[in-house]
């Protein structure tokens, strides 16, 4: 009995390294030391050479980030089977939850028989099966040895290495940090990243800062709203938005105008970061603090020479923005979605194959140069599911989904006050949200899934 809770103890530092991997693996540049010239900078991502039959392969760090993610999923999967073993009965008690997440992880296995790329598929199988493991019996248990606050306190110390890296990236490389249109992106591979680390943990944050009042946790609440509005990332803005102001109201109902006001305030400093920022700094403008000052004051001329009105260039509140350009259009996401629709039309019941969403537009031979500058995802999780697994396996996955959150709706109003489970919920709220225009709920390796899962699985333990 001791050897189990030894190894249930251990299981926080594989936790641990699970979220930091899953965030990391989608780094741009990581903390570096240069010895010979005592300065600590943020170096560029590290590749080695692989010789592999006489054929030398680079292989980067962040492609050993991306395998190495899976680790403590397995690890976390591993746990409850020995322990099942050791004691001959299944660690925990099954719930309705795990019928509906069964039935639909054997229609996924299923719709690999149909896909239009089976091996893509059973590979994104799997890893639903994994984070199913890792998370409902390897969590789980985890939480039933130690409280849910003890998983909590992982996941703030998760979010603190987060964006503690987040700012010093900043300070000492705001070049790289800022690369275009004045957008922050910091040591992650672009600006919609590192505002979905600040909109998807934002509740928790919020909980733990109000509840325990300190300034570190304060501190770690500034530097994800720092992110969130220099990000310039609107769907992950208005996610948060919503997630986090129903936390507030829900916990302080006597505070609603208070927290209205906070709400309302971050969203005008966040659009007025969008309208300015990249008018500052159009494409290929380093990002420099006194370039600020030198737009405003004299929009960037030299103050000795001499322009007539025809040569006077234009100035920077005139200038083209290309952040609000495509607004209509959702930075084009509405031309992705009217092209998924005609699809769906083709396979409605059965879809293309689980894991295939990023194929599709070049199944269909769409010209990449019409869909590769905002990716191959459809943007929104849940025609991006119909597409893949049809109406059957789309109603799998979100009914659940939609009747715990219903629930929870009902009884946060009626039963329950733990503060704690409210910033849970509003963590489930900010992603559902945030899935109308992004892919991330079903994608197991992104940086949202541990999270989204782990909050999941709690609401649905102490129902």
């Known amino acids: 009995m001791q050897s189990s809770a030894g190894i249930l103890g251990g299981i926080r530092w594989v936790i641990l390294s699970g979220l930091l991997l899953i965030c990391f693996q989608s780094t741009r540049e990581l903390p570096g030391l240069y010895l010979d010239e005592f300065r600590f900078v943020m170096s560029s991502d590290y590749v080695w050479p692989i010789s592999v039959n006489n054929v030398v392969l680079p292989i980067s760090l962040r492609v050993i980030l991306s395998y ?27 719930k309705r939850a795990d019928t509906s997440i069964i039935v639909f992880l054997v229609y996924i296995l299923i719709s690999c028989a149909f896909s239009i790329d089976p091996n893509t598929s059973i590979q994104k199988v799997l890893s639903v099966f994994l984070m199913y493991g890792a998370v409902f019996w390897g969590v789980w248990i985890y939480v039933d040895e130690f409280g849910i606050e003890e998983i909590i306190n992982i996941i703030i110390i998760a979010s603190a290495i987060v964006f503690g890296l987040h700012i010093i990236n ?18 992650t591979v672009n600006p919609g990243i590192a505002a979905s680390h600040a909109s998807l943990l934002l509740p928790l944050a919020l909980w733990i800062a109000l509840q325990k009042s300190r300034w570190q946790y304060w501190l770690l609440v500034g530097s994800m709203l720092f992110v969130l509005i220099l ?3 609107r769907t992950e803005l208005v996610a948060a938005v919503i997630g986090s102001t129903y936390f507030l109201i829900r916990t302080y109902p006597k505070r609603i105008y208070i927290s209205l006001f906070s709400a309302i305030s971050v969203l005008i400093m966040s659009y007025m970061w969008i309208e300015v920022g990249p008018r500052i700094f159009p494409q290929g403008t380093e990002f420099r603090l006194d370039h600020i000052g030198d737009t405003l004051l004299n929009n960037n001329l030299d103050s000795r020479e001499e322009y007539n009105e025809l040569e006077m260039p234009e100035l920077w509140f005139d200038r083209f923005n290309p952040r609000t350009a495509d607004a209509k259009t959702l930075a084009h996401r509405t031309d992705k979605w009217r092209l998924g629709l005609e699809y769906f039309l083709e396979r409605p019941l059965q ?98 899934s541990f999270v989204f899962w782990i909050s999941v699985m709690l609401l649905v333990r102490k129902t």
Not at 71 to 94: E, F, N, S
Not at 172 to 181: A, N, T
Not at 426 to 436: D, Y
Request: proline residues 5%.
């Open 351 to 448: 879809g293309f194959g689980f894991g295939t969403e990023d194929q599709l537009f070049a199944y269909h031979d769409v010209n990449p140069q019409d869909y590769q500058l905002s990716g191959a995802y459809m943007h929104n999780s849940y025609l991006g599911l119909l597409l893949q697994v049809g109406i059957v396996g789309a109603v799998l996955f979100y009914v659940p989904l939609a009747s715990l959150l219903f629930y929870e709706l009902l009884t946060t109003r009626k039963i329950h006050k733990r503060p704690l489970l409210t910033a849970l919920l509003s963590v489930v709220i900010t992603c559902m949200v945030a899935g109308m225009f992004s892919s991330d709920l079903y994608s197991m390796g992104n940086a949202k």
């Open 170 to 187: 900043a300070v000492v490389d705001p070049l790289g940090s800022f690369p275009y249109l004045g957008r922050f992106q910091g040591w």
């Open 231 to 233: 990000s310039q990332t």
């Open 68 to 94: 190495m993610r899976w680790l403590p999923l397995a690890i976390l999967t591993g746990v409850p089977l020995w322990l099942a073993v050791q004691k001959r009965k299944i660690p925990r008690v099954l």
